[in-house]
Nanobody, 115 residues
Framework: QVQLVESGGGLVQAGGSLRLSCAAS????????MGWYRQAPGKQRELVAL???????NYANSVKGRFTISRDNAKNTVSLLMNSLKPEDTAAYYC?????????WGQGTQVTVSS
């Protein structure tokens, strides 16, 4: 299992942008699916975006057209570019190595969007 560390969270005004990064302790070349999830206070953790080793992406409907997930296997990083942020995007964001199992999770980075 790889260790994952997220960075890039913070406080931003509505309409602004943030770029989250996830650094893996080892190679992500063999990790087929990596993703970003988020959890708002009092809510369940939800999928934000996934990316396969082949570059195929999948997004939650709530972020389509605003967020972009990418991965750099050479640098062992996964990023999430978030544009046009809304107050409802406020949450702790988690990086995950999903497949193959077992999954690995980072500790999370907080994103707060003010109105």
């Amino acid at each position: 299992q790889v260790q994952l560390v997220e960075s890039g969270g913070g406080l931003v005004q509505a309409g602004g942008s943030l770029r989250l990064s996830c650094a893996a302790s080892g190679s992500i070349f063999s990790i087929i699916v990596m993703g970003w999830y988020r959890q708002a206070p009092g809510k369940q953790r939800e999928l934000v975006a996934l990316i396969t080793s082949g570059g195929i992406t999948n997004y939650a409907n709530s972020v389509k057209g605003r967020f972009t997930i990418s991965r750099d296997n050479a640098k062992n990083t996964v990023s999430l570019l978030m544009n046009s942020l809304k107050p409802e995007d406020t949450a702790a964001y988690y990086c995950a190595a999903i497949s193959p199992p077992p999954a690995s999770w980072g500790q999370g980075t907080q994103v707060t969007v003010s109105s």
